[in-house]
């Protein structure tokens, strides 16, 4: 079995600041996911990369940076952090390019002073 | 858009009662995935449904697909007070994302 590792668990910024969440999976899968959580609603798709380098925006991109660094980890960045943005953001992969069975990390949750 | 809305957003019911939770979506798939959250977690797959199975059973639970409806539904037998989480319905888009529902908030009283 393999695992998705989000770093860190929690995350405070100011506002303004620049903050940048980590993702590591070791299932070898090709295509990775950044969502985002607000409370009481449904995940929404920020970013999405579905090879090493390659890069996707979600329907949720703007204010947000991506990085595919190499196959197994994906970040996210927080351009300028607002009061509104807190949440929790969720990590996911799955095999192929395919949307199916993606297995999710347990999630950053940023806080915004 | 959301394309996955599950109807009902909480439940609250006894430990061993049967549950269904619905989902309709806006558009054309032919593959919904139920996931499931428990709290502090992430979500989780319980079962995947294609449009040629209508229905699919994974132990105590059960996954229908309507197309013609646009229509999901899971149903969990026995439940447990383990069962209590949300559970989100996720419409395949054919195009490397699904899309994820508010959840239903499932709560099983011991």
């Known amino acids: 079995g393999g695992i998705i590792t989000q770093t860190p668990k929690f995350l405070i910024g100011q506002e303004g600041q620049k903050l940048t969440l980590k993702c590591q999976q070791n299932?070898?899968?090709?295509?990775m996911y950044w969502y985002r959580q607000d409370s009481g609603k449904g995940l929404r798709l920020i970013y999405y990369?579905?090879?090493?380098?390659?890069?996707q925006k979600g329907d949720l991109s703007e204010g947000y940076d991506a990085s595919r660094e190499k196959k197994s980890s994906f970040s996210l960045t927080v351009t300028s952090a607002q009061k509104n943005e807190m949440a929790v953001f969720l990590c996911?992969?799955?095999?192929?390019?395919?949307?199916?069975?993606?297995?999710f990390g347990p999630g950053t949750r940023l806080t915004v002073l | 858009s959301q394309w996955g809305e599950e109807n009902l957003q909480a439940l609250s019911i006894q430990e061993g009662e049967d549950v269904t939770m619905n989902c309709s979506y806006k558009?054309?798939?032919?593959?919904v995935q139920w996931y499931r959250q428990k709290s502090g977690k992430g979500p989780a797959q319980l079962i995947l449904?294609?449009?040629?199975?209508r229905e699919k059973r994974s132990g105590r639970l059960r996954a229908t697909l309507d197309t013609s409806s646009q229509s999901s539904s899971l149903s969990i037998t026995g439940t447990l007070a383990t069962d209590t989480a949300v559970y989100f319905c996720?419409?395949?888009?054919?195009?490397?994302?699904?899309?994820f529902g508010k959840g239903t908030h499932l709560h099983v009283l011991p």
């Open positions: 996911a992969s799955s095999f192929r390019q395919s949307s199916y069975e993606q297995y």
């Open positions: 299932f070898n899968h090709d295509t």
């Open positions: 990369s579905i090879t090493e380098n390659d890069l």
């Open positions: 558009t054309y798939t032919t593959v």
């Open positions: 449904i294609r449009s040629n199975e």
């Open positions: 996720a419409p395949d888009t054919n195009a490397y994302k699904v899309i």
